[in-house]
């Protein structure tokens, strides 16, 4: 989807208007699809295009090394419409991860990732609230990100960067967590600590 969304508009200048597209995990994904085949018309099923009187031949957003990868000839280079624009990944593992060594280094040159996912209905966490818990410990925000949630009419997830000196993101994100308690002491929506990364 949104390697679709960085390209919109060379898409509607360059494609035909009966061009089907097709939002897959990943650009990796698209291209392994394209480079096997596979049916555009049911993206999430091992149809290959012989099987399918529906599928023209496919193409895939992805960058050359994805292309490279699977074997892939590169028709068009540099689509997207912002030419400034960059995407940056980061390595999360499933287990609890490791505290950073904040002490040791200047507190703005360290950035923690915070998840967190507010409803705007009445009654429920929202995200005034949560800025207002974080600000309050003096936890600074350097970016913010947000999805909207599957399923869940009005519900926003959020991925945020933030500053703050010492302990006081862990502080901040203890007090925020009591906000999510409800009546029978479960946490329907939370925030988590996805956690941290020495910036230049």
Not at 27 to 54: F, I, L, P
Not at 76 to 105: C, G, K, M, Y
Not at 153 to 162: P, R, S
């Amino acid at each position: 989807q949104q390697a679709l969304a960085q390209c919109k508009q060379w898409i509607a200048d360059n494609l035909k208007k009966n061009v089907k597209l097709v939002e897959v995990s990943s650009t990796v994904k698209a291209a392994e699809m394209v480079a096997k085949g596979m049916c555009m018309c049911h993206a999430n099923e091992a149809t290959s295009h012989g099987e399918c009187d529906k599928c023209g031949i496919g193409a895939a957003v992805c960058s050359r090394a994805g292309a490279d990868g699977v074997g892939l000839v590169l028709v068009r280079e540099d689509i997207q419409d912002n030419r400034s624009n960059q995407t940056r990944f980061f390595v999360i593992t499933a287990s609890s991860p490791p505290v950073h060594p904040v002490h040791a280094l200047d507190s703005s040159s360290i950035r923690t990732v915070l998840s967190f996912s507010v409803d705007d209905r009445a009654g429920k966490v929202s995200l005034a609230d949560i800025i207002c818990v974080l600000v309050r410990h003096g936890v600074k925000f350097r970016r913010i990100h947000t999805r909207a949630r599957r399923n869940i009419q009005w519900a926003m997830t959020y991925v945020a960067e933030v500053e703050a000196e010492d302990n006081r993101v862990a502080l901040a994100v203890a007090d925020a967590k009591e906000m999510y308690k409800t009546g029978d002491g479960q946490n329907h929506h939370n925030i988590f600590v996805l956690g941290s990364f020495e910036c230049s």
